[in-house]
């Protein structure tokens, strides 16, 4: 039985709301005639009185029916419907109301397990589609040329690096120096799968809670399993991202056509689960909470996004001119492992001096780029857990642990801006050697991550400040209000 004043369920047969004290029926008593009385009426049905008209003599019988009727109530009692009154001083007349109430609360009933079967389908959906698509994440090599394009072979996909990624180490000379980035393409894979299965099983038992009780929302579940699949994807292309554009000639990786139908669909779902559930507790939410919340939510989610693309658009990204011919070349990290290990074979039986250079460069890089990946996977992890805290409650107050997330996504996509601009012109220089005006590092994507790391943790600390929890206890009276 949900309370209309303030959206409390409380227990089949409850005459008052255990939350605000007002009658669960609709009812109140009519300070001149001691009826019952529709609440939102202004004047009594049975004597036709005022009911928001000063009492003066009629005071006395006020208080005598109201001390009756608390005395009498019983509020944990059955009872046959929702509108049943426990007094009636008029039994034909209570009779007639309480029909009305019954049938206004079953439709009540029925539009609210609607809405929640809608939101439970949609997050069962989004559940599905994100695991399903998860073992079918990968990139398709892409030739570009004249506004046409076209797929020019055999793609990459996750299992790659359990197979053919790990033939390299048995087959290419200097196979250790490739070892850094297949470690980092199996650890990206690894991760997404434990992030998928943990939230299955969290998922599937929340599933079940609701299918006893109809009233559980699974609702975060979908919102983790859809940004777990999201992360695992930005973070596969980061890995494998690798384009080469020259002349007007452009191959490069782009995600394939799963993948994309996985993204679209989640989407989708998402969105429907997250209104309809929304909708259900729009009798606790007040607008200006709501508005707060939600927007600030939004932003952050929208400009989150677009800044966990950013990793998918390489990690390092030269310009070259030469001979009147310009190349620009993006390399994930695994692009960038390989690189680092073919001029590793090339300096091999190079002196001392030049070997022990290269040693320290291909060190320092390897560093750098593993630290990345870490803030990488751990910043899609608070941005996560941000949502879950977020997305799914617009309406109610941020704690400091949504605030913390925040603001640890926030850095972590910073300092991985700074962490390219280091590897570019310390470390990037010495297997690029670009300098003079032909050659020129693209540092669209240090400088995006820099710019939205920032935005993101004045946004979360701004949202934290309007929807800030309210600490101070409410006072809650013993006896219910009686209206």
């Known amino acids: 039985m949900i309370c209309a004043r303030c959206g409390t369920d409380n227990v089949e047969g409850a005459v008052f709301c255990k939350k605000c004290g007002r009658r669960l029926d609709g009812n109140a008593i009519c300070p001149h005639c001691g009826n019952l009385t529709p609440g939102d009426g202004e004047f009594c049905i049975h004597c036709g009185s005022n009911r928001n008209a000063p009492i003066d003599e009629n005071l006395k019988y006020q208080k005598e029916s109201e001390a009756s009727l608390v005395k009498n109530t019983k509020p944990f009692a059955p009872t046959p419907s929702v509108g049943t009154s426990v007094i009636a001083t008029n039994k034909k007349t209570t009779k007639n109301v309480n029909q009305v109430n019954k049938s206004v609360g079953l439709k009540s009933s029925k539009l609210t ?15 599905f589609f994100s695991t399903l698509f998860t073992f079918l994440v990968g990139v398709i090599p892409t030739l570009s040329t004249s506004g046409e394009s076209a797929s020019t072979g055999e793609g990459v996909n996750l299992y790659y690096f359990f197979s053919d990624a790990l033939d390299v180490l048995g087959t290419a000379n200097g196979s250790e120096f490739y070892l850094p980035g297949i470690i980092f393409g199996i650890i990206v894979v690894i991760a997404g799968l434990i992030g998928i299965a943990i939230t299955l099983g969290f998922s599937i038992k929340a599933i079940v809670t609701w299918v006893k009780n109809k009233e559980t929302s699974i609702t975060k579940y979908a919102v983790i399993s859809y940004f777990v699949f999201i992360g695992l994807v930005s973070l596969f292309m980061l890995i494998t991202c690798t384009s080469i554009d020259t002349s007007g000639i452009s191959v490069k990786y782009s995600l394939n056509g799963a993948t994309i139908a996985g993204i679209i669909l989640g989407a989708i779902f998402l969105l429907t689960s997250v209104v309809f559930d929304t909708l259900l507790k729009k009798n606790t939410i007040s607008l200006k909470s709501f508005l707060t919340s939600s927007i600030s939510t939004s932003l952050i989610m929208i400009i989150g996004l677009v800044t966990i693309s950013l990793l998918g658009m390489g990690y390092l990204s030269v310009t070259q001119e030469s001979v009147g011919i310009s190349s620009t070349t993006s390399m994930g990290l695994y692009g960038i492992s ?3 290990g073919q001029t590793g074979v090339n300096l091999y039986e190079t002196s001392d001096e030049v070997w022990n250079e290269f040693i320290g460069n291909y060190l320092g890089s390897t560093i750098l780029m593993g630290l990345s990946l870490a803030f990488a996977i751990y910043g899609i992890y608070s941005f996560i857990v941000y949502l879950r805290n977020t997305l799914t409650n617009f309406g109610d107050k941020f704690n400091k642990s949504t605030l913390i ?27 690029f050697n670009v300098d003079g005006e032909n050659s020129k590092y693209n540092l669209t994507v240090p400088i995006m991550l820099l710019i939205f790391g920032i935005l993101i943790i004045f946004g979360a600390i701004v949202s934290y400040i309007f929807n800030k929890e309210d600490k101070k206890e409410i006072e809650v009276s013993e006896e219910p209000e009686l209206e």
């Not at 397990?113 to 559940?127: E, K, M, Y």
């Not at 997330?405 to 297997?431: E, H, K, P, Q």
Request: glycine share 8%; proline share 0%; charged share 5%.
């Open 113 to 127: 397990f609607a809405f929640r079967l809608t939101s439970f389908i949609s997050s069962c959906l989004v559940i």
């Open 338 to 340: 390989s690189m680092l």
């Open 405 to 431: 997330n925040g603001i640890n996504f926030g850095a972590c996509m910073t300092l991985i801006g700074v962490l390219i601009f280091i590897n570019d012109y310390v470390f990037g220089n010495y297997f």
